[in-house]
């Protein structure tokens, strides 16, 4: 989709309406005002449209109606009633209301307006952000049951062919005597059997409304509430206190210091006060975890929101909460606009993870801003929990617009796990050229020998980072994108991990024709490969994207590793997040410079982290833990850092070298990206928008920056430039009246603009 409709203003209105719910004047419902969702008209403006009087007693602000739009019957969605603008020649009839109930709540629709105009995005994809997952397709159907109308014993009734009387004997062993017809057709009886027994009267067809849950994917664990440390109480007693009130706290805690035990108290607080809770993670590897320690306190009180659901139970899930049956939900970035009722608490665990940011389409949102946001709206208290609270977090309480808590020490007293740095240069000069260093074998044979556990963590999946030529260097790239390929076994192909592209691996060097063809780097399947080499009885597995991308593959993996069924677990970032095994004693980091080297100004963040959140994952249980950091970087103030568990001087460093470059938290971020299949246009279409943006920012003391080739310069098969504004950190950010003002001008037939309001990544 093109950009440009994001800027279009919209028409005149007349006085517009309170929402329902609010205090005022009761205006007529003759004329609403209507958002078409229309994906090729993205025109950010509201249409009018009458009221038919059998429709006005019913009709509110947040239904979603069926219109006429030209030609075709669209969706839309009501945000206003006003009268249309004199001028206006013709009013067409709205057709139906599609819902019983406003889909939309008023508070969710004033976020999404804010969403539009914060993030320059059409009105229409942030309302889409509010509605339940399937909005625009139809409501759960019926199911159909069978139930045995005639049924004593097998070969009573006679006449009956093999599979009507397996049709009947599953029946006959199923609770209550009742199957539906896809459970009967799952274990091979068609509908022709069943058929036949419902016209002979055997059996009688019925259909239900079944609310979809979710498969029990949740760890296991107690309901005993532990005794609370005095750093607990203190944090949980500040925002209980808050509660019925908008106040944000930062809750600093070491890893293992018990952070959702805090939480689960505060939410115990706020449903005994009849208000609603929210709770994120940003993985959905974490819900199987967490969901066990909510689902053990609150019960069916919790629901359950993320994308490995199936849609049907997301969209199931979603109208609990909508009906006020669940006051609880738990869910990644998306669960950040779940219609909790009465909705008083939102805990973001581990706020500092970038997936809390959505990169991938418009709106480019991030869930801790819209949180903060909608916590306004609602009169909530937000919790911002993390071991390493992200800069512009902490730097926020530091400067008292939210309240820092602080957790310095681990539950029972636990140490924090030793850490030893190893320099991997050392480990070549000496002739390892292996995955892992003559310590890390060590502690992993000392691991294994005593019957513990370990985690290795690597933030590369695949087998082999890249292939190149020895002879000319040349890369096997993405024929799409400006990035080298991944090996991966046992497929035996080169794979984009952006855009998706596989290839086999050449036999000769496509530049130069020599066979001097290496592999380089390791991915997680090369080190589980020299894992099982180095202790062929270790049991391992990987947890990555590659093998987590089946619904409840997750759950699984970490299912088998907390019941010991594993030794170690091999995985990408997501290992690094918020796990809590007491078995774990020994934690590698394989390599530590993954992120370091990146080009981006949080590549040292987010390398320390990593390292500590890494770290955190050992020691839980009473005999103690081991970390070593495997690293080409050992002086970096990021490593040896995390290797003290340091955040303070951490931050303090990290803090001055923001300052010194103007990066935040001392400003705000946008960015705009041009990208389009002709570089010549893109290069072109970019300057332009150089020009004539710079008279309009410079003025209100903003900066800018570029147009330059982003780092990726091509992804998937499109050109990319951007540019850069630094904007003052607090304040309104205008920034579809300022672009509005450049897009008649700037031309976007050929090339998209994205725009990226405080980016989580600069490539």
Not at 321 to 329: F, H, S, T, W
Not at 523 to 545: C, I, K, N, S
Not at 574 to 593: H, W
Not at 656 to 668: M, Q, T
Request: with cysteine; glycine share 8%; hydrophobic share 40%.
């Amino acid at each position: 989709m093109h950009t440009a409709g994001i800027f279009a203003v919209a028409a005149k209105k007349g006085a517009r309406a309170p929402q329902d719910g609010c205090v005022g004047p009761i205006m007529s419902k003759e004329y609403a005002e209507i958002i078409v969702d229309v994906a090729a008209f993205p025109v950010d403006r509201e249409f009018h449209y009458h009221v038919p009087p059998s429709l006005q007693p019913s009709l509110k602000v947040g239904h979603r109606v069926l219109v006429p739009f030209g030609r075709r019957r669209v969706v839309g969605y009501v945000v206003g009633f006003s009268s249309p603008p004199e001028d206006v020649r013709e009013i067409r009839d709205i057709l139906r209301i599609l819902d019983e109930e406003p889909l939309i709540t008023p508070t969710l629709l004033e976020l999404a307006h804010w969403m539009s105009d914060y993030y320059g995005c059409l009105l229409v994809e942030a309302i889409s952000c509010m509605l339940p997952p399937g909005a625009r397709a139809k409501g759960p159907a019926p199911v159909r049951t069978l139930k045995a109308v005639r049924l004593t014993g097998r070969g009573c009734l006679g006449g009956l062919g093999p599979k009507q009387e397996l049709a009947l004997e599953l029946i006959r062993r199923a609770p209550g005597q009742t199957l539906t017809v896809v459970s009967l057709e799952e274990q091979g009886i068609g509908r022709t059997t069943v058929q036949s027994l419902v016209k002979r009267d055997i059996l009688q067809e019925t259909r239900v409304v079944i609310t979809r849950r979710p498969d029990d994917q949740a760890l296991e664990r107690s309901s005993q509430e532990i005794t609370l440390t005095p750093e607990q109480e203190r944090a949980l007693a500040a925002i209980t206190d808050a509660l019925g009130q908008n106040q944000v706290f930062v809750l600093h805690g070491v890893t293992g210091s018990g952070k959702t035990e805090v939480y689960l108290r505060a939410i115990a607080s706020a449903l005994r006060a009849g208000l609603g809770a929210l709770v994120l993670v940003p993985e959905i590897a974490l819900t199987a975890q967490i969901m066990g320690e909510f689902q053990a306190r609150f019960g069916d009180e919790v629901a359950l929101l993320h994308s490995n659901l199936s849609l049907g139970e997301r969209h199931d899930e979603w109208l609990r909460l909508r009906r006020g049956e669940a006051r609880v939900v738990v869910g990644a970035r998306s669960a950040v606009f779940a219609p909790v009722q009465d909705l008083g608490l939102i805990v973001i665990d581990e706020e500092h993870e970038p997936s809390y940011k959505q990169d991938d389409r418009h709106p480019r949102y991030h869930a801790r801003t819209v949180a903060m946001k909608r916590a306004e709206l609602e009169n909530a208290v937000v919790v911002l929990g993390s071991a390493t609270p992200g800069i512009e977090s902490y730097y926020r309480s530091k400067e008292g617009s939210s309240k820092l808590l602080i957790l310095s020490k681990r539950v029972e007293n636990l140490p924090l796990p030793k850490v030893e740095i190893v320099d991997m240069r050392d480990e070549l000069k000496r002739g390892n050229r292996t995955v892992f260093s003559r310590r890390l074998q060590r502690e992993l044979a000392r691991c294994l020998g005593r019957g513990e556990q370990a985690i290795l963590f690597l933030n590369r999946r695949g087998y082999t980072t890249f292939i190149f030529c020895r002879e000319c260097g040349e890369v096997m790239r993405c024929a799409d994108c400006s990035v080298s390929m991944t090996y991966h076994q046992p497929e035996g192909e080169l794979r984009c991990h952006y855009c998706g592209n596989t290839r086999r691996p050449p036999q000769t060097c496509p530049a130069c024709g020599s066979q001097a063809i290496r592999h380089f780097g390791a991915g997680t399947q090369r080190v589980v490969e020299a894992l099982q080499e180095l202790f062929p009885r270790a049991r391992a597995a990987r947890l990555d994207a590659d093998v987590t991308s089946r619904k409840g593959a997750h759950a699984e993996i970490l299912r088998s590793f907390a019941a010991r069924k594993l030794d170690v677990l091999v995985g990408t970032q997501m290992v690094a997040k918020g796990f809590d095994f007491p078995g774990v004693t020994l934690v590698g980091v394989v390599a530590a410079d993954t992120i370091l080297n990146l080009p981006d100004y949080r590549s040292s963040e987010r390398t320390f982290q990593l390292l500590v959140q890494a770290a955190g994952r050992a020691g839980r249980g009473p005999d103690g833990g081991v970390v070593v950091i495997q690293t080409y970087n050992p002086q970096h103030y990021a490593v040896l850092k995390a290797a003290e568990h340091d955040y303070e001087a951490f931050y303090r460093r990290e803090l001055s070298f923001r300052e010194s470059l103007h990066y935040p938290p001392f400003c705000r971020l946008v960015r705009l990206l041009f990208q389009g299949e002709s570089e010549a246009e893109v290069q072109r279409t970019a300057h332009l928008w150089s020009r004539l943006l710079g008279p309009k920012v410079r003025p209100r003391g903003w900066e800018m920056f570029g147009p330059a080739p982003a780092p990726l310069s091509r992804l998937r098969d499109r050109y990319r430039w951007h540019l850069w504004l630094k904007v003052p950190p607090e304040g309104p950010l205008p920034i579809k009246e300022l672009l509005g003002d450049c897009a008649a001008q700037g031309s976007l037939t050929e090339v998209n603009l994205s725009i990226d309001v405080e980016p989580s990544f600069m490539l």
